[in-house]
C-alpha cells in the first residue's frame, strides 16, 4: 500500500489497569475490575487515529516474533495500517507497558530494550520503499544521539517527505542545547505543556510556544482539557477542546496528534488542524488507552463545529 503518512517508532503492548478506587503506591495491592489490552504508544495510537479517519497509513516499529499472533499488533493490519516495512526481533520481545489510571491521572512502569537503536531501521531496503511513496513521517521515539537523528531527518526531507515528532519525556534530550538542530527538520512538534516548559526553560505556555517556533516551523503545544496552542509565522493561536467525560487519559496526546496529521495531509488550515486534534485527544481519554475510542470522521466534523 502507498501510505501518505509513515508513523515511525515504538510500539508497545499496553496494559492499562483503570477506574481505581485509590492511587497505587509501594506495598499495597490495588484491585479493580477494569482492565484493558490494547496497542499502545505513539506508533499505534497516532497511526489507528490517522487511519480510522480514512488516512492511507503505515508504520515502521520492531516487535517481537511473538507479536505476529497477539491481538494487539494484529488490529493493526485489521485497521488498515500497513506493518510490511516492521522488523520482527527473534532476539527481544515486544515493548510492555503497564499503565494504572486513578482521578485523571496515570502512572506507567515500561519494558522496552527491543526499542534500542531504532533508527537503524531507516536502513532497511523496505523502509526506504516505503518513505518513497509518502508525503509525511511523524517520529513517535525518543530521538537520541541527537546529531544522529538530525541527520537522519535532513535526509527524509530531502527526499520531499515533511516532518513532526513527539518526543515524549525524555529531560536528557528535551533540556539539550542541540535540540533545536533537531527540530529545524521538523514542521511540527507536539510537546505537551510540561515538555514544552522543559524544552524552552520557559514558566509561560506562550512564551514557551514562541521560543520553539524558532526552531519547528509550528510547534504546537498540547495543553490537555485546555485545548492546545500552537505558534505560525509569528502569529499564537489558542484553540479550546471539548468537554468529555474522563476514563483514562493515556495516549490522548498520541490520539491528538493522528487527528491533527489526518486534517494536515487533507489540506486543513492550521485551526482546523488543531480543532480535529483536540477532539481526537478528548475522545481517547472516553475509554481505556489512547485508541479505544476513535471518531469516525463524520463524528469528528460535527464535534469539531462546536470548538
Same mark, same amino acid.
Given at each position: 500500500?502507498?501510505?501518505?503518512? !509513515? !508513523?515511525?517508532?515504538?510500539?508497545?503492548?499496553?496494559?492499562?489497569?483503570?477506574?481505581?478506587?485509590?492511587?497505587?503506591?509501594?506495598?499495597?495491592?490495588?484491585?479493580?475490575?477494569?482492565?484493558?489490552?490494547?496497542?499502545?504508544?505513539?506508533?499505534?495510537?497516532? #497511526?489507528l487515529?490517522?487511519?480510522g479517519?480514512?488516512?492511507?497509513?503505515?508504520?515502521?516499529?520492531?516487535?517481537?516474533?511473538?507479536?505476529?499472533?497477539?491481538?494487539?499488533?494484529?488490529?493493526?493490519?485489521?485497521?488498515?495500517?500497513?506493518?510490511?516495512?516492521?522488523?520482527?526481533?527473534?532476539?527481544?520481545?515486544?515493548?510492555l507497558? !503497564?499503565?494504572?489510571?486513578?482521578?485523571?491521572?496515570?502512572?506507567?512502569?515500561?519494558?522496552?530494550?527491543?526499542?534500542?537503536?531504532?533508527? %537503524?531501521?531507516?536502513?532497511?531496503?523496505a523502509?526506504?520503499?516505503?518513505?518513497? %511513496?509518502?508525503?509525511?513521517?511523524?517520529l513517535?521515539?525518543?530521538?537520541?544521539?541527537?546529531?544522529?537523528?538530525?541527520?537522519?531527518?535532513?535526509?527524509?526531507?530531502?527526499?520531499?517527505?515533511?516532518?513532526?515528532?513527539?518526543?515524549?519525556?525524555?529531560?536528557?534530550?528535551?533540556?539539550?542545547?542541540?535540540?533545536?538542530?533537531?527540530?529545524?527538520?521538523?514542521?511540527?512538534?507536539?510537546?505537551?505543556?510540561?515538555e514544552?516548559?522543559?524544552?524552552?526553560?520557559?514558566?509561560? !505556555?506562550?512564551?514557551?510556544?514562541?521560543?520553539?517556533?524558532?526552531?519547528?516551523?509550528?510547534?504546537?503545544?498540547?495543553?490537555?482539557?485546555?485545548?492546545?496552542?500552537?505558534?505560525?509565522?509569528?502569529r499564537?493561536?489558542?484553540?479550546?477542546?471539548?468537554?468529555?467525560?474522563?476514563?483514562?487519559?493515556?495516549?490522548?496526546?498520541?490520539?491528538?496528534?493522528?487527528?491533527?496529521?489526518?486534517?494536515?495531509?487533507?489540506?486543513?488550515?492550521?485551526?482546523?488542524?488543531?480543532?480535529?486534534?483536540?477532539?481526537?485527544?478528548?475522545m #481517547?481519554?472516553?475509554s481505556?488507552?489512547?485508541?479505544?475510542?476513535?471518531?469516525?470522521?463524520?463524528?469528528?466534523?460535527?464535534?469539531?463545529?462546536?470548538?
Amino acid at each position: 500500500m502507498s501510505a501518505e503518512l !509513515v !508513523v515511525f517508532g515504538e510500539f508497545f503492548l499496553d496494559l492499562v489497569f483503570y477506574r481505581l478506587p485509590m492511587p497505587p503506591s509501594m506495598g499495597k495491592e490495588v484491585k479493580t475490575a477494569f482492565f484493558a489490552e490494547i496497542p499502545g504508544g505513539g506508533v499505534a495510537t497516532t #497511526a489507528l487515529i490517522a487511519a480510522g479517519l480514512g488516512t492511507k497509513t503505515a508504520v515502521v516499529t520492531r516487535v517481537g516474533e511473538e507479536a505476529r499472533h497477539n491481538p494487539a499488533w494484529l488490529r493493526l493490519e485489521q485497521s488498515g495500517i500497513a506493518t510490511t516495512s516492521c522488523e520482527y526481533s527473534s532476539k527481544f520481545s515486544t515493548a510492555l507497558t !503497564v499503565c494504572a489510571a486513578h482521578d485523571g491521572e496515570r502512572m506507567m512502569i515500561t519494558h522496552d530494550p527491543i526499542n534500542r537503536e531504532l533508527h %537503524k531501521l531507516l536502513a532497511r531496503d523496505a523502509v526506504r520503499k516505503q518513505l518513497s %511513496k509518502a508525503k509525511h513521517v511523524h517520529l513517535a521515539c525518543t530521538p537520541a544521539p541527537i546529531e544522529l537523528w538530525a541527520s537522519r531527518l535532513r535526509a527524509l526531507r530531502s527526499l520531499g517527505l515533511t516532518v513532526s515528532t513527539d518526543l515524549g519525556w525524555n529531560p536528557n534530550v528535551l533540556q539539550s542545547a542541540k535540540l533545536p538542530s533537531l527540530l529545524r527538520h521538523c514542521e511540527f512538534t507536539f510537546p505537551n505543556e510540561v515538555e514544552a516548559k522543559t524544552m524552552t526553560g520557559e514558566s509561560s !505556555v506562550e512564551r514557551a510556544a514562541r521560543k520553539l517556533s524558532m526552531s519547528a516551523r509550528v510547534p504546537v503545544i498540547k495543553l490537555g482539557q485546555d485545548g492546545c496552542i500552537a505558534v505560525q509565522n509569528g502569529r499564537l493561536r489558542k484553540i479550546r477542546s471539548i468537554k468529555v467525560k474522563s476514563v483514562d487519559a493515556t495516549g490522548a496526546g498520541d490520539a491528538f496528534n493522528g487527528g491533527f496529521l489526518h486534517g494536515y495531509l487533507s489540506g486543513w488550515s492550521l485551526e482546523d488542524c488543531l480543532r480535529a486534534g483536540n477532539v481526537c485527544g478528548a475522545m #481517547a481519554t472516553t475509554s481505556a488507552g489512547g485508541s479505544s475510542a476513535i471518531p469516525s470522521r463524520s463524528k469528528m466534523l460535527r464535534m469539531m463545529k462546536r470548538i
